[in-house]
C-alpha cells in the first residue's frame, strides 16, 4: 500500500495518514469486539440497531426493493473481524463480501458465524485505496474506517464505489464526526487516522459525484465518544 499521493498542504491533517502505519497499529489490536471499538464493547448492540433502522428507513423511502426482502449482495468496507457482517448485514444481503486489509482480522471473519441468513462471499484483504470492486452491489457499507484514507483517495475510492452499485444500489457512510472547535477535521497519531467534519464529508461526496439521500444522527452512545452520522449516498444524476 503505497503512501505516495499529490502534493497539498503539510497543515491538511489527511497529509499525516500512513497506511502502513495504521496496519501496524491494527496488528497490535485484539481480533475481539472490544479490541474494533477501543474498550466499548457495549455499544455494539446500539450501533447494529441504528443501522438497522436507517437502512430499513431507506428502503421503505425508496420504493424499489420490498423492505423485508433480502438484498442480493453487499460488501463490509474495512470490516474488521465482521461485527457488522454479523450482526447486521447478514441479515439483509444474501451474500456479503468482505474488504478488510489486515489479515489476521480477516481470518477471523472467515471462521464468523453470520447471524442472518446471509452468507459471506469473497474476502478481499486489501485498504480501500487500492481496492478494486468487480462485482455490483445493492449495499456498500462504510464504517470507521475511512478516515485511514486521504482526501483525495477518499474521492477516488467513492467514484469506485459508485461504479459498483447494482441499479438503485447505495453507499452508506458511517463515521465519527471532528468536534474541533475550530471547525476543522483531526489527525489522531495513535491509529493514523482523521476525523473529518460533517462540512468536510459533503465537500467530498460532491467532488465523488455523489448526492446525500438521507442522514442522521447515531443515537445512544456515551457522550464522551465522538457524535457518529450516517450518511446514504447515491449517484447524482446529470444535468440537461
Not at 455523489?210 to 446514504?232: C, D, H, W
Amino acid at each position: 500500500m503505497a503512501d505516495e499521493g499529490p502534493e497539498v498542504s503539510a497543515s491538511a491533517p489527511d497529509t499525516h495518514i500512513s497506511h502502513n502505519e495504521a496496519i501496524k497499529y491494527w496488528n497490535g489490536v485484539s481480533p475481539t469486539v472490544n479490541g474494533m471499538l477501543g474498550g466499548y464493547p457495549h455499544i455494539s448492540r446500539i450501533d447494529l440497531r441504528g443501522s438497522a433502522s436507517f437502512l430499513a428507513k431507506l428502503r421503505k423511502a425508496s420504493g424499489h426493493t420490498e423492505p423485508k426482502k433480502l438484498l442480493a449482495r453487499g460488501v463490509d468496507c474495512g470490516a474488521g473481524i465482521g461485527r457488522v457482517m454479523s450482526g447486521f448485514l447478514s441479515k439483509v444481503c444474501e451474500t456479503v463480501d468482505i474488504v478488510e486489509p489486515v489479515e489476521k482480522f480477516a481470518q477471523e471473519v472467515r471462521g464468523a458465524k453470520p447471524s442472518g441468513p446471509g452468507k459471506v462471499g469473497t474476502i478481499y484483504v486489501s485498504g480501500l485505496e487500492s481496492w478494486q470492486p468487480d462485482e455490483e452491489y445493492d449495499l456498500i457499507w462504510n464504517q470507521w474506517c475511512l478516515g485511514h484514507l486521504r482526501d483525495d483517495q477518499l474521492v477516488q475510492y467513492l467514484r469506485r464505489s459508485a461504479a459498483a452499485l447494482a441499479e438503485n444500489g447505495i453507499i452508506v457512510v458511517k463515521e465519527n464526526m471532528s468536534t474541533d472547535a475550530t471547525g476543522a477535521d483531526k489527525y489522531d497519531d495513535i491509529d493514523n487516522s482523521v476525523t473529518r467534519t460533517d462540512g468536510k464529508f459533503r465537500t467530498l461526496f460532491q467532488e465523488a459525484g455523489l448526492t446525500i439521500s438521507r442522514t442522521e444522527i447515531q443515537n445512544g452512545f456515551p457522550k464522551e465518544l465522538y457524535p457518529v452520522r450516517m450518511y446514504a449516498l447515491c449517484p447524482r444524476l446529470p444535468t440537461s
